[in-house]
């Protein structure tokens, strides 16, 4: 019993220092921006930026059993709060790509890595709000299709924040972190894949046992 305290004590500060991480790297992606917050170029780093550190990362890591925010919820509650956050970060995220896709106007969109990775991010963030939505109505009506809807949408949506996290990786080499050291952006890469590893590591446990379920 007192190991098993001193476990969720350990457990309970690893996920306390992924949510200064995440405040750390959520604080530098948009403070880089804002020196030149008259640019719509800026005002899509920062809204792309704020729809994954901190909306989206925390929207993932809401499920986990020792995340400090989760203290005195219900599963219900938990799930509500998943739900808003998340809506929340499709909505910055949706309205940061809108903001660029209008700045380059008559230019060629979807060209570079960082574009592109982007684009592939936006169509899989778009089918995992739906199939959020369709699972959760599917639950409501307690159909049995529940564990397949739950398990496609889980994966659709750990898809859609590796795929954030590595758009975001590829933007720190372009405009407007172009004026930071090599340093500073290879320290924010590494950072970013951390957190990305650390915060899905009770997804990939909860995909893994709902496959174990359906297997029996």
């Known amino acids: 019993m007192q190991e098993a305290g001193y476990l969720k004590c350990i457990r309970a500060v690893v996920n306390t220092f992924l949510h200064q991480l995440i405040a750390v790297i959520a604080v530098y992606n948009i403070w880089t921006p804002l020196l030149n917050s008259s640019s ?15 909306l989206m990362a925390e929207g993932m890591i809401l499920f986990h059993k020792d995340n ?6 219900s599963e219900e509650g938990i799930k509500r709060n998943h739900v808003i956050v998340m809506v ?3 909505v910055f995220i949706c309205g940061g790509v809108g903001i660029e896709i209008a700045r380059r106007g008559a230019e060629e969109h979807f060209v570079s890595a960082h574009a ?18 369709v699972t959760s ?8 299709y529940r564990p397949i809807a739950l398990l496609i949408h889980n994966i659709l949506g750990i898809l859609s924040y590796i ?5 975001l990786c590829t933007g720190y080499f372009n405009t ?12 924010a890469t590494v ?10 590591v009770y997804s990939f446990i909860s995909i893994t046992n709902q496959i174990k379920q359906m297997i029996k």
């Open 40 to 54: 719509l170029l800026s005002w899509h780093v920062i809204l792309c930026s704020l729809g994954l550190f901190p």
């Open 116 to 133: 592109i990775v982007g684009l592939l991010c936006l169509i899989i963030l778009l089918l995992a709000t739906i199939s959020g939505a």
């Open 88 to 90: 929340v970060s499709v």
């Open 68 to 73: 400090v925010y989760n203290t005195g919820l």
């Open 137 to 144: 109505i599917i639950q409501a009506l307690k159909t049995d």
């Open 191 to 200: 950072v970013s894949v951390v957190i990305c590893l650390w915060s899905l």
């Open 163 to 167: 795929f954030t996290v590595a758009s």
């Open 176 to 187: 407007p972190f172009f004026f930071q050291s090599e340093e500073s952006k290879i320290g």
